[in-house]
């Protein structure tokens, strides 16, 4: 019997299959004894594995490559999904920032915390975007001068 | 845009999967643009027109 899954779904399923590997870690992280190691180092792999052949089967189920349309609906997914993941997570590590914020301890120590180093990657990707604008732009001839404006 | 693809494909007899594969893109891609979905790239644009050898005009029409 032949398999049958669309990419979607798959991207679905493989979403599901790390939320319960994450669940995983957090059950090793609480059980902090053996065999929560080997638990979750099995799991992990049979994880990885499923997913692999999960990608597989959707490569197959829709065969026929990128083309032009599937490019811009992947760039425009991507790049929606990237706006509103960063305000969220921008949103979030800020409000965690003002919950837990203990003006009367040494903040430099907060500074190289983890919620302030994903702050700062955050700011990172900002610069980041304007760096592939600036290499598209120029690829693309945003920056050619031409007669009119010599 | 409006187009006469699925005319064009009637008078040559193509499936939109035939269409699709002789232009290197997916059934999707035809079906899409045959609705008025999606406009292609001009380079596309070109390539359906030679594949059925008539001008850009003959295939595609612009509408404001």
Same mark, same amino acid.
């Given at each position: 019997?032949?398999?049958? !899954?669309?990419?979607? +779904?798959? &991207?679905?399923?493989?979403?599901?299959?790390?939320?319960? $590997?994450? #669940?995983v @870690?957090?059950?090793a992280?609480?059980?902090?004894?053996?065999p929560a190691m080997e638990v979750t180092s099995l799991a992990?792999? !049979?994880?990885?594995? +499923?997913? &692999?052949?999960?990608?597989?089967?959707?490569?197959?189920? $829709?065969? #026929?490559? @990128?083309?032009?349309?599937?490019?811009?609906?992947?760039?425009?997914?991507?790049?929606?999904?990237?706006?509103?993941?960063? !305000?969220?997570?921008?949103?979030?590590?800020?409000?965690?920032?003002?919950?837990?914020?203990?003006?009367?301890?040494? @903040?430099?120590?907060?500074?190289?915390?983890?919620?302030?180093?994903?702050?700062?990657?955050?700011?990172?990707?900002?610069?980041?975007?304007?760096?592939?604008?600036?290499?598209?732009?120029?690829?693309?001839?945003?920056?050619?001068?031409?007669?009119?404006?010599? | 845009?409006?187009?006469?693809?699925?005319?064009?494909?009637?008078?040559?007899?193509?499936?939109?999967?035939?269409?699709?594969?002789?232009?290197?893109?997916?059934?999707?891609?035809?079906?899409?643009?045959?609705?008025?979905?999606?406009?292609?790239?001009?380079?596309?644009?070109?390539?359906?027109?030679?594949?059925?050898?008539?001008?850009?005009?003959?295939?595609?029409?612009?509408?404001?």
């Amino acid at each position: 019997m032949k398999i049958r !899954i669309s990419r979607n +779904i798959s &991207y679905i399923i493989v979403a599901f299959i790390a939320l319960i $590997e994450i #669940g995983v @870690i957090w059950w090793a992280a609480d059980y902090n004894r053996p065999p929560a190691m080997e638990v979750t180092s099995l799991a992990l792999t !049979i994880g990885i594995v +499923i997913a &692999y052949f999960l990608m597989d089967i959707a490569r197959k189920t $829709e065969p #026929g490559g @990128i083309d032009e349309r599937v490019e811009l609906v992947n760039s425009k997914s991507a790049l929606r999904t990237l706006q509103i993941f960063w !305000i969220l997570s921008f949103s979030m590590l800020l409000a965690t920032i003002i919950r837990f914020i203990d003006f009367s301890r040494d @903040i430099r120590r907060a500074i190289f915390g983890p919620v302030f180093g994903q702050l700062i990657m955050l700011v990172g990707i900002i610069l980041l975007f304007v760096a592939f604008r600036v290499y598209y732009n120029n690829k693309y001839g945003g920056y050619d001068s031409d007669e009119e404006s010599d | 845009m409006k187009n006469r693809i699925k005319v064009f494909r009637a008078m040559h007899d193509l499936t939109q999967e035939g269409l699709a594969k002789e232009l290197g893109v997916t059934r999707q891609t035809i079906l899409a643009i045959e609705k008025g979905k999606y406009d292609p790239s001009l380079d596309l644009a070109f390539k359906i027109a030679r594949f059925f050898e008539v001008s850009i005009e003959d295939v595609f029409t612009y509408e404001e």
